[in-house]
């Protein structure tokens, strides 16, 4: 217990994690200590074992009389399944085993994260109304209780003020909230749900400038402070600035940083990052790439749309691009998300504009009209510029069908400025283009020339085909980028800085990458490079696998969601609340699929590729350090690679078109 404790005391939490591990199986711990078992053990990677303990304790402290206790572990397991996993049924089960033990004449804290957990799970399920009711529970107890609680009750209850149409207040409510994570007076855990569930809402409502304000203070409170997914989805967030600043190489790396970083936690939810990747493939012109990320979210039982309709329209198949965008509005897959606006305006309006662009292109100018009408109010009534733009870009597609091209060209020429304002070089471009068009229909053939010039140098930008915009002027270095081994030593001038640099695996596998810009290297092949024996990749493939793809606690994990999944059913059915019922088959359906892929005839474990894993595992490790001793001599350098390595299964080198990247290896 002292090991663990002064592990906790250092953020050392996987050293705290294995010394907790050791005290339970010595049987050191008793309630308070499970307790800070589960917090450490969702800090160290392990959301499972957190959920698991959350449970054991729950169980323990309902023996023991010790009601309140057990309601608080009870809401606990609730948190982390709402939060980690966004299923729902068993949210409401939990909710239940905790309500039932729970004094409703007392104030405590686990009163107040009762109310906060019934908040998101009444926001999630589109019961908006019971949603405030728990919102102002959760801020007035809290207050008195535990301001973590109402932190977090207070973004739950701006978000609900801005959906109903009164952004204003809305904004200052997310502002108050943010303020109180700011202080620094939070958990770490409840700060960052604060700041990330702040940013989120501000996506959705498109403020884009915010989000970005907020995205830039979450990340610097995030370089010391953050555990368990919060790095992770802070990386989301990050990406989600880049893309909308057309950096979309910077974007897809640090999207692909957060895959790897949120996989031990999110289930499901791992299709938004993924659904991010799809959208930043697809202004980087990489279709195949695009499609492959959004199936992969699809298959998460994600919603991957409007995604995977413009997909289909970029190749072409436009009839059924309006199939799939008609389906996901009139028939929006239940998924809950908080990264997401609820089912209303805010969530239909990306989806509206892209069936705009769709019905455009079939001249379906019904369908078209009514999108962009619906757009418009939507654009009003919450007033963001973004929004706004995108309204005016939408009418101006209808128009340039209708023939009315100047109606048209004056509408794309709005919607130019106001993106441009915004900062959005994409959807900038896009609407150069549809205004080059409306010019042209006006005979005005060097404007239209001009505009499509533009357009085009905008989309090259942020594909990474050509340099981006130069930046101030930089004296002349005399030596180029070299990156070169002297027997064990690396000679490396960056920018014209000098430095030198052990030998290690990493400085090898580093040196292949800058050699080849933009190839993908999978890490069985760095491996065998830097191997002197050929058959070394062969070895490796043949050295077994790295065990079941779920092991047996997640087994256990899913199917005792099952159980609790299909007596929310039942429970649905007996109300006749068929929208309830649905969702919880849907999240039933989904965990059935995930135990089939992992569960193979005879109920024989599915093995995972080991060799990779380990290649993978051991490469991103070498890379990283060698980065870092990098930083150290040359701290420019170190931050290049930051941005521009990206690591996994495939590694690959991807240099930022404004800084100076070609090497001499």
């Given amino acids: 217990m002292e090991r663990a404790r002064d592990a906790t005391g250092r953020g050392a939490w996987t050293d705290a994690y294995d010394a907790y591990c050791a005290a339970r199986e010595a049987g050191e711990l008793g309630p308070a200590e499970l307790a800070d078992l589960a ?21 323990e402290l309902a023996g023991l009389g010790e009601d ?80 973590a609680a109402a932190a977090v009750g207070r973004v739950a209850q701006a978000r609900l003020v801005i959906l109903d149409g009164d952004v204003e207040r809305g904004l200052a409510l997310l502002d108050d909230a943010g303020a109180a994570a700011m202080a620094g007076d939070l958990d770490p855990l409840s700060t960052g749900v604060v700041y990330c569930e702040l940013v989120c809402a501000l996506q959705g409502l498109a403020q884009y400038d915010l989000a970005e304000q907020w995205t ?38 640090q999207v692909l940083l957060a895959c790897d970083e949120l996989r031990p936690y999110v289930r499901r939810e791992l299709g938004w990052p993924l659904t991010e990747l799809g959208r930043i493939r697809l202004r980087r012109g990489d279709m195949t790439g695009a499609e492959e990320a959004l199936l992969a979210a699809h298959r998460l039982g994600w919603e991957a749309e409007p995604g995977l309709s413009l997909v289909r329209l970029a190749h072409g198949d436009a009839d059924t691009a309006a199939a799939t965008i008609r389906e996901a509005l009139t028939r929006p897959l239940p998924v809950p998300s908080k990264e997401l606006p609820p089912a209303t305006g805010l969530r239909r309006a990306p989806l509206l504009s892209a069936q705009v662009k769709i019905a455009t292109e079939r001249a379906d100018l019904e369908t078209a009209r009514a999108a962009a009408h619906e757009l418009d109010e939507v654009a009003v009534r919450f007033a963001s510029n973004a929004l706004g733009a995108s309204a005016l870009q939408a009418r101006g597609e209808v128009l340039l069908v209708e023939g009315d091209a100047a109606g048209a060209s004056a509408l794309f020429a709005d919607a130019v400025r106001a993106w441009s304002e915004i900062g959005a070089p994409y959807e900038t471009a896009e609407c150069r283009l549809r205004l080059a068009e409306a ?11 001009l505009e499509k010039e533009a357009a085009h140098a905008a989309f090259e930008r942020i594909a990474g085909r050509t340099p981006g915009p130069v930046g101030p002027s930089r004296p002349a ?28 695996k990493g400085m090898h596998h580093l040196a292949r990458l800058l050699a080849a810009p933009g190839r993908e290297f999978h890490v069985l092949d760095l491996v065998a490079a830097d191997s002197d024996d050929p058959t070394a990749t062969g070895r490796l493939l043949r050295a077994g696998d790295a ?43 989904f965990l059935i699929g995930e135990l089939a892929r992992a569960v193979g005839l005879g109920g024989r474990d599915r093995r995972a590729g080991a060799a990779s894993e380990r290649a993978r595992a051991a490469v991103t490790q070498a890379l990283r350090k060698a980065i870092g001793h990098l930083r150290g001599a040359c701290p420019p350098l170190g931050d290049h690679l930051d941005r521009t390595v990206r690591t996994g299964t495939y590694c690959a080198y991807f240099p930022d078109p404004r800084v100076p990247s070609t090497w001499s290896t």
């Fill in 68 to 147: 309140n206790g057990a309601a608080g572990a009870a809401v606990r397991v609730a948190m982390h399944l709402l939060f980690d996993t966004a299923l729902m049924a068993p949210v409401r089960g939990w909710l239940r085993r905790a309500e039932r033990l729970l004094d409703p004449g007392s104030a405590t804290p686990a009163h107040a994260w009762f109310a906060v957990v019934s908040t998101f799970e009444r926001l999630l399920s589109g019961d908006l109304a019971a949603a405030r009711h728990w919102a102002g529970r959760a801020v007035e107890t809290g207050s008195h209780t535990d301001p």
């Fill in 39 to 59: 917090a450490v053990a969702y800090a160290a990677g392990h959301l499972d074992v957190a959920i698991e303990t959350w449970e054991r304790l729950h169980g």
């Fill in 477 to 504: 270095t005399t030596e180029p980028n070299t990156f070169v081994r002297q027997a064990d030593y690396w000679t490396v001038v960056f920018d014209g800085r000098r430095a030198t640099v052990r030998d290690s």
């Fill in 216 to 253: 830039e203070a979450m990340e610097r409170w995030a370089r010391t402070n953050a555990i368990g997914s919060l790095h992770g989805r802070c990386r989301v967030h990050r990406a989600e600035i880049l893309r909308l600043r057309g950096r979309c190489a910077d974007a897809e790396q």
């Fill in 439 to 449: 010019q042209h229909d006006l005979g005005r053939t060097r404007t239209a020339l």
């Fill in 547 to 589: 065990g079941p793809l779920l092991d047996d606690r997640a087994k256990r994990m899913y199917r005792r969601r099952l159980t609790e999944i299909e007596d929310d059913i039942a429970e649905a059915r007996r109300d006749n609340d068929l929208a309830r019922q649905g969702q919880a088959e849907f999240e039933r359906d």
